[in-house]
């Protein structure tokens, strides 16, 4: 299980920034704050060690009681999201209840980290968008099949629909993580955390930033080897 430090957040959108090189740099802004631990979980009570988060501010009148008794034995505000992240129990002392988690104290600009957020749900689509099928040929006297999938199974054997097979259905709303990305700006003061590249979700989603499970480096020994003095290979 994973439980590199990280911390929630929600999605603004994506801008650019400029270096001072005059480069452009494509970046992500997550609003990762204020977050404040509600509550923690310890090796000998609960077997196993975790920090409870807050994100945003819920209404008293929309919070159910036994939730609303748990954030006032806290002495806390109903936050609107509640988030528990597992972690390792030196990053877990660090944290009492009621602290607000700072990204500096998490994050360091040049950093890689893996985001995973919940993508767009697309609704019910086809093969051609959902798996991009190529579809079906336009002549030789094809109807009504120009965005079929086409087989699914044999005739005779074994005489039945083969599983798992690529089908239309229910697209996108699932979890999906991005990994080594890298940390392009750090500011505290307003809680944002600008990410260079792409993060999955939709705006306003909630996501949640970690330091990268997969070292960068480690992809160098996959690299093919160079050859010296041929250009292009």
């Known amino acids: 299980m994973n439980k590199n430090p990280g ?8 801008t650019q920034l400029f270096k001072e090189d005059g480069t452009v740099q494509r970046v992500t802004v ?3 704050g204020p977050v404040v ?19 945003g501010e819920r209404k008293e009148k929309h919070t159910t009681k036994p939730v609303a008794g748990m954030y006032k034995k806290a002495n806390q505000t109903p936050k609107r999201v509640l988030k528990e992240l597992r972690c390792k ?10 602290q607000t988690v700072a990204l500096n104290e998490i994050f ?6 893996d985001a995973r957020g919940t993508t767009r749900g697309r609704g019910f689509t086809g ?28 005739n005779m054997t074994p005489g039945r629909t083969l ?10 709303d699932e979890t999906v993580s991005v990994l080594n990305l890298k940390v392009a700006r ?12 792409a993060v999955p979700g939709a705006k306003n989603g909630t996501v949640l930033i970690r330091h990268a499970v997969k070292r960068v480096g480690d992809r160098a020994k996959y690299r093919p080897p160079v050859v010296q003095g041929k250009k292009g290979k």
């Open 108 to 113: 360091e600009v040049g950093q890689y980290v």
């Open 37 to 55: 631990v509600v509550g923690k979980r310890t090796e000998e009570k609960d077997g196993y060690t975790a920090l409870v988060l807050g994100l």
């Open 127 to 154: 093969v051609m968008r959902r798996w991009n099928f190529a579809g079906g040929v336009g002549s030789h006297g094809t109807h009504e099949y120009f965005r079929h999938g086409g087989s699914i199974g044999t």
């Open 7 to 14: 911390i929630y957040g929600k999605k603004l959108g994506c």
């Open 186 to 197: 750090i500011d505290a003061d307003k809680h944002l955390l600008m990410i260079e590249g």
């Open 89 to 98: 129990p030196e990053f877990g002392a660090k944290f009492e209840v009621g």
């Open 163 to 172: 599983p798992n097979l690529k089908m239309s259905g229910h697209y996108g």
């Open 30 to 32: 997550i609003e990762a």
